[in-house]
């Protein structure tokens, strides 16, 4: 009986011990030892338009409050030099809009031109520098079509196939990723189309989400080198309003295309990150690019 | 043409009936059978103890005893789980006299035999079996708890140096190696992507399944085509005795697996199984996907002769997943795809003389998935592996001192994946050929030593052609009754990747002109003790290095190029090229194996410290790194006690077989933490100039930078066993993670409105199942 009782015993004490290594929870320590102070970049130049919208900012620790954190870097110093002609102009920080700009009128942006911007600008302390060079795309993009100016949403043809927008563009040399924005011009929360395949929404879900909604993306990429026409299509999934859109193609830099494709898929399906594609010298991150571009409106009706 | 000079020497070899035995000598070779179904036994220990000479039944269940001096012996068989078989047997002169054992089930299932000959049985089932090599029996694997049901591949995670990387794949990281490094053979056939989705469920029905061997590094020239390791599966022959059926029912799953003779000269046994969670918890939890498979096995064979012998063996199965984004939408918009497996295997197993034994398989593997997008947008994509072999391996007994292994295999790759989408397409369609030929001698100078080399050859063939030769070499020595030690080394080349993708099916690529295969170097050593005869303990260290293995790039659409254009000039691309990133690395560790098979109390308790580095040039910066299935230490327990009977041995008395038992299983695992690659830090962006809004992006500082916390879970299961003239039935309840603990599986990082959401993303809580299992 003595060795039954020590068996119970130990058996209880066993699966009691166990128990408690199997209960509780995992608990993550994020810690900002892998911190390291960078400078955001986020700027495009067009040709033949003012150089402005050139966002520098500082990045912050994945747990910092925003609300209580300073990220414009408003007395950095910027540059932006023309590679063709060796001229350095000085950006200057525009109080009202947040961002850089070049204020004088002796800046002409030109196709095919490099030009590289450099910042300076201590962040914690640290002081701290970033460049990058862009090459504006030689010529002109020109939407040459869209194949229908209105659909109802989700309009089937005569045999049942369901139809979508498709935007045909005369492609620009040297560039074979072209990038569509959709911005709907109505977007509210009663023109929402909640009769959709895609995702249930409630009114409150709109409300909250109405900017991510009323703007979307996509590109195309690898298209035939050279000359000639090529389409993107805009598929239903899109589009979440009975709206007016208004689609701009962009042709994008070597810079921009790669920020394009993986600045937002740093998160892996098993929850890892890793690397985006940035072409920013020293402590920066983000895009410096150029782009031509053309746009086309379409209607989604009820 | 070095190849054909090889096969040359092969066949050569099998045509000189070379024998080394004097005329004073004769041996002795037969098969080991299952005395109730006749299933042949491998692994079998027969001996003379008079001698001191012996052997073991390989996996067709033969074996030979050459150069015995001519007398009158007793002759010992002995497997676990068996009664111990011992007869009197004469060898004349000359004789090549042969003998097939039977052996019975013990009455007493799991009693602990009696030991004879200074506890021979259990040292020497250590000393016979290669380094770093493990065996589990189908009731072993069932033993351990699980979400649903027994499965192969979550037990086998329970043995040291095999890991999960989470709760959600059944997939096997083997010593610092990835899952596309393990060779998966179902009786003799390779399978790709041998998991079910969600992990749960891996390819292989544990009730269809006879014999599996796991070898973690090491392995012999027998053996190629991966860097990691090998796991050989031997279904079930089949009944030849008399009809004989299983039956089991889960909340998830029904199975069932039958087996009969066919006359007096073969059997077939057939499994099938299926899960039907898509007909019953998903008809209330609509967040469950639509989601089921099925599979099923076949395996017959046949005595021609006493020499020769047919085996036919098949499996299939198919995954059918359908999600509809919004049920309550008037359109219907979502996506469908299945996929599965087709093993098919045709043996002729062949004994030319006692000496020379042989086996020789034609197979066929199959995995195709296909997914539909439907009509929203016309995405649609086709992944095919095909692989036809024609093999053979031969075992030459020479002498008791040399035993020579050679064979041959030629296989045929066709490796297809073809995506259409409406921007363009994917068309990589690709063939290979690879020819391999393989020598090795097992020469045993003394009884104390045991040491096999080995050469196999490699030319392999896709779009470029590559001939490689791996040495490997292993020797054990027997430093006392119940200590060995071991080593093993050799050199690994692998000429097929793998694209990985969570929850569904892989893509599988060849070395080609875009890449060269990878290889591995394994450096290992072993000791193994048997103690207080019944337990086995086995302690390795190992090195294993990489060279050119591949991992798969994120950010392969910053790289990619269209191999052509189709009509509407929409890019197609017809290769692997840029999906890749590829750099070296190693891995290092320790694992300590303590195991006991039978009594009341069985199970093992097994530790593994691991380290792992991978060095890529286009990842880190070019710094080394640890991959995401990285631990440092792992822990398993597993137990399973016959309640009765060890209350019976704590009072004295003896093992008994009771009509009603229950049993209960216990698996616990407690393991440090993975690595993760963590953001740094955050940034504002927009993705266009014409950006409405700027959002929260994430950088990542360092790859592997952040650790886990530890996981840990404990499953336990309550099985009631009761018996009846002629079936048996056992319900049971089995509770996966019991404790509830919230293991992380990843971090999730957001803002809203200015402030920091991180979140912990957890892997499975409590999961408990019932079921019934039926034999009769």
């Known amino acids: ?302 | 043409m070095r190849l054909k000079y090889l096969l040359l020497a092969v066949f050569l070899l099998l045509a000189v009936n070379v024998n080394a035995q004097t005329s004073r000598e004769g041996s002795l070779s037969g098969f080991i059978y299952d005395d109730a179904n006749k299933e042949a036994l491998i692994g079998v220990n027969i001996y003379f103890p008079e001698l001191g000479i012996g052997g073991s039944s390989n996996t067709s269940g033969y074996y030979i005893i050459p150069q015995i001096p001519a007398g009158s012996y007793t002759v010992v068989c002995e497997y676990i789980g068996y009664q111990t078989r011992t007869e009197q047997l004469t060898i004349a002169s000359g004789e090549a006299a042969v003998h097939n054992f039977t052996l019975t089930v013990e009455a007493v299932q799991g009693r602990v035999v009696e030991v004879v000959a200074d506890s021979i049985r259990t040292s020497e089932k250590l000393y016979e079996k290669p380094l770093s090599t493990l065996e589990l029996t189908a009731r072993q694997i069932k033993a351990v708890p699980q979400v649903a049901e027994a499965d192969l591949l979550r037990s086998l995670q329970t043995l040291p140096g095999i890991l999960p990387v989470s709760d959600f794949s059944s997939a096997l990281y083997v010593r610092g190696g990835t899952p596309d490094q393990n060779l998966y053979l179902l009786d003799g056939t390779d399978v790709y992507n041998p998991e079910h989705a969600f992990g749960i469920f891996s390819t292989f029905n544990t009730d269809a399944i006879k014999h599996i061997d796991i070898s973690k590094g090491g392995f012999s020239a027998a053996y190629g085509g991966r860097l990691s390791s090998v796991l050989d599966i031997i279904n079930l022959d089949g009944n030849r005795e008399r009809f004989q059926g299983s039956a089991a029912i889960s909340l998830l799953s029904a199975k069932t697996t039958l087996q009969m003779p066919i006359g007096n000269r073969g059997a077939i046994s057939g499994s099938i199984r299926r899960t039907y969670f898509d007909k019953t918890i998903r008809q209330a939890i609509d967040d469950i996907p639509d989601y089921y498979f099925y599979d099923g096995n076949l395996k017959a064979f046949f005595d021609i002769d006493k020499r020769n012998k047919l085996t036919l063996s098949g499996y299939g199965g198919r995954d059918v997943l359908r999600v509809v984004f919004n049920n309550a939408s008037s359109n219907e918009a979502g996506f469908q795809m299945d996929w599965g497996n087709r093993t098919g295997s045709l043996k002729w197993t062949r004994v030319f003389n006692p000496q020379l034994f042989a086996n020789f398989w034609i197979t066929g593997s199959r995995f195709t998935s296909d997914f539909d997008f439907g009509e929203t947008v016309p995405v649609t994509e086709r992944n095919l592996v095909t692989d036809v072999t024609l093999k053979g391996n031969l075992e030459y007994h020479y002498s008791r001192h040399l035993i020579g292994k050679f064979g041959f295999e030629q296989k045929n790759l066709h490796l297809l994946y073809r995506e259409d989408f409406p921007e363009g397409g994917v068309d990589v369609d690709r063939r290979a050929q690879h020819y391999v030929a393989y020598g090795q001698a097992n020469w045993r100078p003394t009884p104390r030593w045991d040491i096999e080399a080995g050469l196999r050859y490699n030319n392999f063939t896709s779009g470029k052609s590559f001939q490689n030769w791996e040495p490997r070499f292993s020797a054990k020595y027997r430093l006392s009754e119940t200590v060995n030690l071991k080593a093993a080394t050799g050199l690994y080349y692998q000429y097929l990747q793998r694209i990985p993708r969570t929850f569904f099916t892989d893509i599988w690529t060849s070395a080609s002109e875009y890449y060269d295969p990878s290889s591995a170097r394994h450096y290992i050593l072993g000791f193994q003790k048997e103690i207080a005869n019944d337990y086995q303990l086995e302690v390795e260290t190992y090195y294993k290095e990489y060279d050119g293995v591949f991992a798969f790039d994120p950010t392969f659409l910053t790289e990619i190029e269209a191999g052509r254009y189709n009509e509407n000039g929409d890019p197609i691309f017809t290769s692997a090229n840029s999906l890749f990133d590829i750099g070296d690395g190693d891995s290092y560790g320790f694992e300590m194996l303590l195991r006991k098979d039978v009594g009341a109390v069985s199970g093992w308790i097994g530790y593994a410290f691991a380290e792992t580095e991978y060095r890529f040039p286009d990842v880190n910066g070019g710094a080394g790194f640890a991959p995401r299935h990285d631990r440092r230490s792992t822990l398993n327990l597993v137990g399973n006690i016959d309640i009765k009977n060890t209350l019976n041995a704590m009072q004295g008395k003896p093992f008994a077989n009771h009509k009603g038992n229950w049993t209960l299983g216990l698996n616990l695992v407690y393991a440090s933490g993975q690595p993760i690659t963590a953001p740094g830090s955050a940034y504002i962006t927009g993705v266009a100039p014409n950006s409405i809004q700027r959002y929260v992006e994430y950088y990542p500082s360092a790859i592997g930078n952040l650790r886990l916390p530890a996981y840990a879970r404990l499953d336990v299961s309550l099985a009631y066993l009761r018996q009846y003239r002629g079936w048996s039935m056992s319900p049971y309840l089995q509770v996966f993670n019991i404790g509830n603990r919230k293991n992380v599986w990843y971090v999730d990082y957001k803002y809203s409105n200015g402030l920091s959401e991180i979140e912990t993303v957890n892997m499975f809580p409590i999961l408990p199942t019932v079921g019934i299992n039926f034999n009769f």
Not at chain 1, 206 to 228: C, F, H, K, M, S
């Open chain 1, 1 to 302: 009986m003595k060795r039954k009782h020590i068996f119970y015993n130990t058996a209880i004490l066993l699966l009691t011990a166990l128990m408690i290594l199997g209960c509780g929870e995992g608990i993550v320590e994020v810690d900002d030892s892998q911190y390291q102070p960078k400078i955001a970049i986020e700027g495009f130049l067009f040709p033949h338009q003012p150089v402005e919208r050139i966002y520098i900012t500082r990045n912050f620790r994945v747990d910092q409050n925003l609300r209580q954190t300073g990220i414009l870097l408003p007395n950095a110093n910027v540059t932006l030099t023309d590679l063709q002609s060796g001229e350095v102009y000085p950006l200057t920080f525009d109080q009202d809009e947040y961002f850089f700009r070049y204020t004088g009128s002796d800046l002409l942006i030109e196709y095919g031109h490099s030009y590289r911007l450099d910042v300076q600008a201590t962040i914690e302390g640290s002081a701290l520098q970033a460049g990058a060079v862009t090459t504006v795309p030689e010529a002109p993009l020109a939407i040459t079509g869209v194949n229908y100016e209105s659909l109802s949403y989700y309009q089937r043809d005569g045999d049942g196939n369901v139809l979508n927008f498709d935007v045909e563009f005369e492609r620009v040399n040297g560039i074979d990723v072209y990038l569509a924005t959709l911005i709907a011009r109505d977007a509210a929360v009663e023109t929402f189309i909640y009769d959709n395949p895609f995702e249930e929404y409630d009114e409150a879900d709109v409300r909250d989400d109405l900017d991510d909604l009323r703007y979307e993306w996509d590109w195309i990429q690898n298209t035939p080198p050279g000359a000639g026409k090529s389409d993107i299509p805009i598929f239903w999934y899109h589009l979440w309003f009975y709206s007016d859109y208004e689609i701009v193609i962009y042709a994008p830099d070597r810079n921009y295309q790669d920020f394009l494709r993986t600045y937002d898929e740093v998160q892996e399906i098993d929850g890892n990150f890793h690397e985006p594609v940035f072409h920013i010298e020293g402590d920066g991150i983000g895009v410096f690019g150029s782009a031509v571009s053309d746009t086309v409106h379409v209607r989604v009706l009820p």
